[in-house]
Nanobody, 122 residues
Framework: QVQLVESGGGLVQPGGSLGLSCAAS????????MGWYRQAPGKERELVAL???????TYDDSVKGRFTISRDNGENTVYLQMNSLKPEDTALYYC????????????????WGKGTLVTVAS
């Protein structure tokens, strides 16, 4: 089992910036894919950004050029720097990981954080 702890959500004005972080628990653990999804009120959960262990990144078109995903493999932590925020970025942001190798055992299950709320409003 992997526990994910997110932090960094909050209220920000349009055009502002906010950073999120997510730390995965577990010693002797390596994680292939780490990333972020979001769910706005009344909408389905959608991909925001993903990062592979070797640094390959994927972004939803709506956040390209504004959001940057990064990670610290040694700390099993993933970050999301969000700039030029828009009201439509308001959502619950969920940390997501999959492809976990813990003590030599591979686990392909997806793991989700509890979510951190980002509100963009003036």
């Amino acid at each position: 089992q992997v526990q994910l702890v997110e932090s960094g959500g909050g209220l920000v004005q349009p055009g502002g910036s906010l950073g999120l972080s997510c730390a995965a628990s577990g010693s002797d653990t390596a994680i292939n894919t780490m990333g972020w999804y979001r769910q706005a009120p009344g909408k389905e959960r959608e991909l925001v950004a993903l990062s592979s262990r070797v640094g390959t990144t994927t972004y939803d078109d709506s956040v390209k050029g504004r959001f940057t995903i990064s990670r610290d493999n040694g700390e099993n932590t993933v970050y999301l720097q969000m700039n030029s925020l828009k009201p439509e970025d308001t959502a619950l942001y969920y940390c997501y990981v999959t492809g976990v190798v813990s003590q030599g055992v591979f686990d392909a299950s997806p793991y989700w954080g509890k979510g951190t709320l980002v509100t963009v409003a003036s």
